[in-house]
């Protein structure tokens, strides 16, 4: 069955670089594109960018293309998001998802079960 | 940026009653259109992709209509599991693939 399991919790300071992971399993990873989402404290969801896993074609939100990026590697079938110059308002919950549709950008279909990411002082 | 604007914010719903929740688009997006469920602690859940195709496993309780700009998910008797927060979603132009700011269906 597919999966992705992402990593554990985090706390930066502002600032600073996160890289959250996502493996995944139970599909040929290299025939999906990955998404990621946040949903911020209080708020609702946010698309963030996609990438995709068969040749690391990525396209990003303007909220957050100069700070993000996102890859992934292959033999470990793994997708990373990485988001830089951290600040108090990307304190969120990180979700994985994988596209609905095989070689195509779509919509997330599965999904991991989240990172939070805490930016505090 | 296409805005999706969900409607209403807020719907309180009896169990076995019926829920109608709406999404605009700000252009059309034809049927581009995903529903998800979303519950505290939990991970989203894709119900509806195409704007009416249920995704695999989703009870037939729950359906999708619409195309162009206005789309509406509707749930025909509500279960206890039901009660939680409905987004949608568009793909049909990005960046970004826009979410609705979600309607919170809770008990009446």
């Known amino acids: 069955q597919v999966q992705l399991v992402q990593s554990g919790a985090e706390v930066k300071k502002p600032g600073a670089s996160v890289k959250v992971s996502c493996k995944a399993s139970?599909?040929?990873?290299?025939?999906?594109?990955i998404n990621w989402v946040r949903q911020a404290p209080g708020q609702g969801l946010e698309w963030m960018g996609w990438?995709?896993?068969?040749?690391?074609?990525?396209n990003y939100a303007q909220k957050v293309q100069g700070r993000v990026t996102m890859t992934t590697d292959t033999s470990t079938s793994t997708a990373y998001m990485e988001l830089r110059s951290l600040r108090y308002d990307d304190t969120a919950i990180y979700y994985c998802?994988?596209?609905?549709?095989?070689?195509?950008?779509?919509?997330?279909?599965?999904w991991g079960q989240g990172t939070l990411v805490t930016v505090s002082s | 940026e296409i805005v999706m604007t969900q409607s209403p914010v807020t719907l309180s719903v009896s169990p076995g009653e019926r829920a109608t929740l709406s999404c605009r688009a700000s252009?059309?997006?034809?049927?581009?259109l995903a529903w998800y469920q979303h519950k505290p602690g939990q991970a989203p859940r894709l119900l509806i992709y195409?704007?009416?195709t249920r995704a695999t496993g989703i009870s037939a309780r729950f359906s999708g209509s619409g195309s162009g700009t206005e789309f509406t998910l509707t749930i025909s008797s509500l279960q206890s599991e039901d009660f939680a927060i409905y987004y949608c979603?568009?793909?049909?132009?990005?960046?970004?693939?826009?979410f609705g700011q979600g309607t919170r269906v809770d008990v009446k």
């Open positions: 979603q568009q793909y049909s132009n990005w960046p970004p693939w826009t």
């Open positions: 139970g599909y040929i990873f290299t025939s999906y594109g």
């Open positions: 195409g704007a009416s």
């Open positions: 252009q059309s997006v034809n049927s581009n």
């Open positions: 998802g994988r596209d609905l549709i095989a070689m195509v950008p779509t919509i997330p279909s599965f």
């Open positions: 990438i995709s896993a068969n040749n690391g074609n990525t």
